[in-house]
């Protein structure tokens, strides 16, 4: 008897499958988080990440080939600025139909190329692939690095630590910003570089009303959630900030008195303190996206 993947959605799945891995080499911080870390040197760790974008899932046929290589830089590169990190290499894996054009690729790789020159990333080389129907995809690994032991893992938060998010919430397919949006690598680094650093971060690309349980799960916290306090994009409504997803801000927790020195400082971003940890054992919300169900 088989179990179709649409019987036990995305978390069920990751669940599943992470539990069987098998590592050779030593890690720091292995599958689960948004990258994992690998040492380097007494300087550095080395952060590894790989995502996806395929048409008809995270961009439509029509999209601007341009929009649709940021896009898929973007994402990896957000999950690099969730760890505190700083990207260095990508390669890029192409697959697309024969009777695709070559203005399309070609458009894309400007798309890649463009953000990649503004986060300092060197395209290293990647691969091309033939589709045997008429589709696009294009996966991103992307490694790099972060201050040695430094890394913020979602597991980090502890009860009482307010819960943050850099940026407004909702909105994001019908506004374009699900293929605009710029990773919030400078935040992340001020955070790193200036301090008071977060106990816990995420990017929050499936919706808070998945990445807030993943992250107070990792924490071993429950959470309480003020949505009046949520900060929507225009035309939004606070249930559309929890569950629509693709946002790329990002979800983390600072003790009080950090939230405190944060909130009054200069930053290049957000801080919109929406709730905090605790120990009531809440770990649900109205669901955001998750492949593999309809």
């Not at 539990?19 to 007494?42: H, I, K, W, Y």
């Not at 139909?97 to 060197?122: K, M």
């Not at 045997?132 to 502890?158: F, K």
Request: charged share 20%; proline share 6%.
């Amino acid at each position: 008897m088989t179990t179709p993947l649409s019987q036990l959605g995305e978390n069920a799945v990751l669940h599943r499958l992470l539990s069987r891995l098998t590592t050779q080499a030593p890690m720091l911080t292995g599958p689960g988080d948004d990258c994992a870390v690998v040492a380097r040197n007494q300087q550095w760790d080395t952060l590894l990440k790989t995502d996806v974008v395929v048409e008809a899932v995270h961009f439509t046929r029509d999209t601007e080939p341009e929009r649709i290589g940021h896009k898929a830089l973007a994402r990896a590169v957000s999950d690099i600025a969730a760890m505190g990190g700083i990207p260095e290499y990508a390669l890029i894996t192409l697959l697309m139909h024969p009777q695709r054009s070559v203005e399309t690729a070609e458009g894309i790789y400007r798309g890649i190329n463009s953000l990649a020159a503004r986060c300092g990333i060197s395209v290293a080389g990647g691969e091309t692939s033939s589709l045997p129907y008429d589709g696009l995809v294009i996966n991103v690994a992307l490694t790099g690095r972060v201050e040695h032991g430094r890394a913020i893992l979602r597991s980090g938060g502890r009860p009482g630590d307010i819960i943050c998010v850099s940026g407004p919430l909702g909105g994001s397919f019908p506004s374009g910003h699900h293929l605009d949006f710029e990773p919030r690598l400078e935040l992340a680094r001020h955070f790193m570089e200036h301090g008071p650093t977060p106990t816990a971060m995420m990017d929050l690309s499936d919706g808070l009303g998945c990445d807030l349980p993943r992250l107070a799960a990792a924490s071993r916290c429950g959470f309480s959630l003020n949505t009046s306090a949520i900060p929507c994009n225009p035309g939004c409504s606070a249930e559309q900030a929890i569950s629509d997803g693709e946002d790329y801000e990002l979800l983390f927790t600072l003790a009080p008195t950090d939230f405190e020195v944060l909130a009054s400082a200069t930053l290049p971003g957000g801080i919109f303190a929406i709730g905090t940890l605790d120990t009531s054992g809440q770990n649900s919300l109205s669901q955001g996206w998750q492949h593999f169900r309809a």
